[in-house]
C-alpha cells in the first residue's frame, strides 16, 4: 500500500482559497486513481473528487463542482485539491486515498476501493 500525507490546510475566512496536497510515497506503482473525502465529527465521510492517475480523468460531488479542482502531478508522486471561494460548510477533516482498483459506476464517488488512506488534515472556514 501507499504511505500518503497530507498538507495545507488551515483557517481561513468565507471565500478564501487553499491548496492542499497530498504526498505518496512507498507502493504507488499499481496506483489507479486517488481521491479528496472530507468529514465532518458526527458524520459520515463525503466523497469530494477523484482522479484517475494516468489518464487524469476528473470526478466531483456535485457540492464542490466548480470550485474545487483536483490534480495531480505524477513525477512528484502528489496529488492536489484547489479550493475556491470556501464556504463555512466546507469545514472538514480533508483526506486523500489511493485505489489499485478500476471503479464501477457504481463506486466511482464513493470511498469503496481505496486501500490506503492519509492522516488528514483540517480545513477551517470561518463566517
Known amino acids: 500500500q501507499a504511505q500518503l500525507v497530507e498538507s495545507g490546510g488551515g483557517l481561513v475566512q468565507a471565500g478564501g482559497s487553499l491548496r492542499l496536497s497530498c504526498a505518496a510515497s512507498?507502493?504507488?506503482?499499481?496506483?489507479?486513481?486517488m481521491g479528496w473525502f472530507r468529514q465532518v465529527p458526527g458524520k459520515e465521510r463525503e466523497f469530494v473528487a477523484t482522479?484517475?492517475?494516468?489518464?487524469?480523468?476528473?470526478y466531483y460531488a456535485d457540492s464542490v463542482k466548480g470550485r474545487f479542482t483536483i490534480s495531480r502531478d505524477n513525477a512528484k508522486n502528489t496529488l492536489y485539491l484547489q479550493i475556491n471561494s470556501l464556504k463555512p460548510e466546507d469545514t472538514a477533516v480533508y483526506y486523500c486515498a489511493a485505489s489499485s482498483r478500476p471503479p464501477t459506476m457504481a463506486t466511482l464517488k464513493t470511498d469503496r476501493g481505496f486501500e490506503s488512506w492519509g492522516q488528514g488534515t483540517q480545513v477551517t472556514v470561518s463566517s
Open positions: 512507498g507502493r504507488t506503482a499499481s496506483t489507479l486513481r
Open positions: 482522479i484517475t492517475w494516468n489518464t487524469g480523468l476528473t
